[in-house]
């Protein structure tokens, strides 16, 4: 189980909504709305991430994407 970094709920990773990869590292959400606000502030969740740096910005993934797969 991860912890969705907005809500602090608990979320599995092959049931998380959405998914965001900042530095290497998965961050799991338990919601769509959950991911948009990380989108919005990631470093108000993520000390330290680089959302605006040129060529660091975060990879998304909805449920659809992995569904796909």
Sequence with gaps: ??????CGMLVRPEE?????AIQGR???FCSAA???K???APRQYVPGSVDDVP??????QGKS???AS
């Design 55 to 60: 060529g660091q910005a975060a990879q998304t």
């Design 65 to 67: 994407d992995k569904e």
């Design 1 to 6: 189980m991860e912890k969705d970094p907005v």
């Design 34 to 36: 959950c991911a948009a």
């Design 38 to 40: 990380f989108d919005q």
């Design 16 to 20: 998380a909504a959405e998914q965001r």
């Design 26 to 28: 998965i961050y799991y």
